[in-house]
């Protein structure tokens, strides 16, 4: 839990900074990243902790950590430093495809982990 918060809280001022450096016409396409971004990491929450859908959950984690890299890129426009405190996030995202890779293949082969 405590990486999630320093996670977050490094992705909330990362907005902050760069709803503050971005224009009026741009903020609607900030919003949208960052709203798409929350989604896909509840739905991968969802996936593997309530659902226990790993396959899912892994593809879901894939998709989290390809929404903050196109949320980076777009961040790096407005705002070198707050691109740079999503990079955190994109690492926690990575992690999140590794673990639920990890499991799915041990549940895919029986526990041994072999493919």
Do not use: K
């Not at 929350?38 to 790993?54: D, G, K, S, T």
């Amino acid at each position: 839990m405590l990486v999630w918060g320093a996670v977050l809280a490094l992705a909330a001022l990362s907005a902050a900074l760069a709803w503050n450096a971005s224009g009026a016409t741009h903020n609607g396409n900030l919003m949208a990243l960052y709203a798409v971004n929350a989604f896909l990491n509840a739905a991968w929450c969802y996936m593997l902790f309530v659902r226990h859908q790993i396959g899912s959950a892994t593809l879901t984690a894939a998709l989290v950590a390809i929404g903050i890299a196109v949320t980076i890129l777009d961040l790096f426009q407005l705002s070198i430093a707050s691109a740079l405190l999503m990079l955190p996030f994109l690492a926690w995202a990575v992690a999140g495809i590794h673990v639920s890779w990890t499991i799915f293949r041990m549940n895919v082969r029986g526990g041994t982990g072999e493919m």
